[in-house]
């Protein structure tokens, strides 16, 4: 086991766009591993009371929501703020938090740019400023989300992909910063959950065929990656593993 916070009482975790989708997951498996969930949402608070709920129903008094927009300096002070509140503490935390959709080059507007980076780069770095001294004192990790896109570009999808190859670039600096007191690693999902707008069935075909495995994977897939870098990889830091079926191999 690693050192988060191990013989100082129940790990507490705050995962990131923990309403739905591979959020969600990562929060019920961190969960049946033993700790304590800040969940965080944005928009959907309702799913994250949903998932607070299921939480609460198997352990009581083990999961609390907090809501805020991360994408500017406000919500990453009221979300630490809310943290402090709840628990007072932080052994693990999972950016998780992202926001895609397409920006084709020469159709792009600075609000999409802005609005990209803000959330899937700028928000995970403040964040950690922010809870820096109480993943200190935990002697805590940090694992997150990134994406195989953040190595191959996805066509139609650069500012996504440049805010995810700069979430490379974040934890590797940040295990690099931040070692030997917190741990730092990343997670990039492949073809585990379809966009809302989900591509044909021509499309999706076309991206399993290009997987090692051949088919899709499931969100917790990516729930007992971060586990396993969050709790039980105690001289892992600074790296990023793909789970994505091998598509890496031929993207």
């Given at each position: 086991m690693?050192?988060?916070?191990?013989?100082?009482?129940?790990?507490?975790?705050?995962?990131?766009?923990?309403?739905?989708?591979?959020?969600a997951?990562?929060?019920?498996?961190?969960?049946?591993?033993?700790?304590?969930?800040l969940?965080?949402?944005?928009?959907?608070?309702?799913?994250?009371?949903?998932?607070?709920?299921?939480?609460?129903?198997?352990?009581?008094?083990?999961?609390?929501?907090?809501?805020?927009?991360?994408?500017?300096?406000?919500?990453?002070?009221?979300?630490?703020?809310?943290?402090?509140?709840?628990?007072?503490?932080?052994?693990?935390?999972?950016?998780?938090?992202?926001?895609?959709?397409?920006?084709?080059?020469?159709?792009?507007?600075?609000?999409?740019?802005?609005?990209?980076?803000?959330?899937n780069?700028?928000?995970?770095?403040?964040?950690?400023?922010?809870?820096?001294?109480?993943?200190?004192?935990?002697?805590?990790?940090?694992?997150?989300?990134?994406?195989?896109?953040?190595?191959?570009?996805?066509?139609?999808?650069?500012?996504?992909c440049?805010?995810?190859?700069?979430?490379?670039?974040?934890?590797?600096?940040?295990?690099?910063?931040?070692?030997?007191?917190?741990?730092?690693?990343?997670?990039?999902?492949?073809?585990?959950?379809?966009?809302?707008?989900?591509?044909?069935?021509?499309?999706?075909?076309?991206?399993?065929?290009?997987?090692?495995?051949?088919?899709?994977?499931?969100?917790?897939?990516?729930a007992?990656?971060?586990?396993?870098?969050?709790?039980?990889?105690?001289?892992?830091?600074?790296?990023?593993?793909?789970v994505?079926?091998?598509?890496?191999?031929?993207?």
């Amino acid at each position: 086991m690693s050192s988060s916070g191990q013989g100082r009482g129940k790990r507490v975790a705050l995962v990131t766009g923990a309403g739905a989708r591979i959020g969600a997951a990562i929060a019920a498996e961190l969960h049946g591993r033993g700790c304590d969930l800040l969940l965080h949402c944005n928009a959907n608070r309702k799913g994250a009371e949903a998932q607070a709920a299921r939480l609460n129903a198997a352990r009581p008094d083990s999961a609390v929501v907090a809501q805020a927009d991360l994408s500017g300096q406000p919500g990453v002070d009221s979300l630490a703020d809310q943290l402090r509140a709840a628990y007072g503490r932080l052994d693990v935390l999972v950016n998780n938090a992202s926001r895609f959709y397409p920006t084709p080059v020469g159709a792009t507007l600075a609000w999409q740019w802005e609005d990209l980076l803000n959330s899937n780069l700028r928000g995970p770095w403040f964040l950690v400023q922010a809870l820096l001294g109480e993943l200190r004192a935990a002697g805590g990790s940090i694992v997150n989300i990134v994406d195989v896109h953040a190595e191959r570009p996805m066509s139609g999808h650069a500012i996504y992909c440049i805010s995810k190859a700069g979430l490379v670039m974040l934890t590797k600096c940040l295990a690099r910063e931040l070692g030997p007191a917190v741990r730092v690693n990343g997670v990039a999902p492949g073809a585990i959950l379809w966009p809302e707008a989900e591509p044909s069935a021509a499309a999706k075909q076309s991206i399993l065929g290009r997987t090692a495995l051949g088919r899709p994977g499931d969100p917790a897939d990516i729930a007992s990656a971060v586990a396993y870098l969050a709790l039980d990889a105690p001289y892992v830091t600074g790296q990023i593993l793909a789970v994505d079926g091998g598509r890496l191999l031929n993207i």
